[in-house]
């Protein structure tokens, strides 16, 4: 007898736009990731985001913008989420697992894409809490060091738990076969990563604005300033974080750019409101 698989029971009844969970992982009590299966119709540039969530009552979906934490070229799509005790969205998104349904509507878009950028030496991720999640894709996509010779990933957290996901990702594409295959033994020195708390206690402290402005991260990495000729950067995370950010980014002579007209650095909210 040729046996015969069974058809797996969460594809049975799918809503409209439906996507299944294939992995759940919590970090903290605050911070989970999960991948979905992708549309096969689904093309995205690392970076961008799209519309996810769960049907609501009376039938009407939950939808939240959310990064694409995974790179273009993955089978799946994963995300990196908070979970708002009280959020319409993720006080329920935070019990999914393996085999349940969410709803993912197949329109990226976004600020974070390398096209955005000119050309230059070195490219600086900066990232608050879940605003981590944009790069995660880019840190994975091997066209972001085609484009730059060096990427420093600065990422700001409370608690140093919140820095897990980051930190196992950095760590993990530092000594991943196929990047050091690609771009040879060196490869880890172009992957650079400063990440900081700023309440919890630990080897580095502080605001990513801070550390820029104080020249603290230039010195700790062995870097010359940051400078309009050499320097690009994102930068993600509360839109207070953003706006001082830019200003720090202005003040070292680099320019705001867009999709439509490509400059030095480009900005996207991590999320709408004040932030927990
Ligand atoms: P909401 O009603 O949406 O928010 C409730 C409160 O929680 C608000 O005060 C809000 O400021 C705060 N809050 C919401 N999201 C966050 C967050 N991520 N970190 C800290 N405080 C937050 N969220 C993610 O977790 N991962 C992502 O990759 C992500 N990408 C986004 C991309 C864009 C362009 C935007 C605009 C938002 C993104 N968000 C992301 C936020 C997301 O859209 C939702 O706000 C979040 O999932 C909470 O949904 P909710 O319905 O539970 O609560």
Not at 3 to 24: F, G, R
């Amino acid at each position: 007898d040729i046996p015969v698989a069974d058809e797996p029971k969460s594809t049975a009844n799918l809503m409209p736009d439906a996507q299944i969970v294939t992995a759940v992982r919590h970090w903290t009590d605050r911070l989970f990731s999960f991948r979905v299966t992708r549309p096969a119709s689904l093309r995205f540039r690392s970076g961008e985001f799209v519309m996810i969530g769960l049907p609501g009552e009376g039938g009407k979906p939950i939808l939240r913008a959310y990064s694409i934490a995974s790179p273009s070229w993955d089978d799946e799509l994963e995300f990196y989420s908070i979970k708002v005790p009280d959020g319409p969205l993720t006080s329920r998104l935070q019990h999914i697992r393996p085999g349940d349904q969410i709803i993912l509507r197949p329109k990226p878009v976004g600020t974070l894409v390398l096209d955005a950028l000119l050309p230059g030496k070195r490219l600086w991720f900066l990232a608050t809490g879940t605003g981590l999640a944009p790069f995660a894709s880019l840190m994975r996509d091997p066209e972001t060091f085609e484009r730059y010779e060096q990427v420093v990933m600065m990422h700001t957290c409370r608690e140093a738990g919140e820095l897990d996901y980051g930190r196992e990702l950095v760590g993990s594409l530092r000594h991943d076969p196929l990047l050091s295959e690609m771009f040879g033994e060196g490869f880890a020195e172009r992957l650079l990563y400063y990440p900081t708390t700023t309440r919890e206690q630990g080897a580095r402290m502080g605001r990513i604005t801070d550390n820029l402005t104080s020249g603290k991260v230039f010195a700790d990495l062995g870097l010359p300033p940051m400078n309009p000729a050499e320097d690009r950067a994102m930068v993600c995370g509360s839109l207070a974080f953003n706006v001082d950010v830019k200003a720090v980014l202005e003040g070292f002579g680099l320019a705001e750019g867009a999709n439509s007209e490509p400059r030095e650095f480009v900005v996207e909210k991590a999320f709408v409101g004040e932030g927990i």
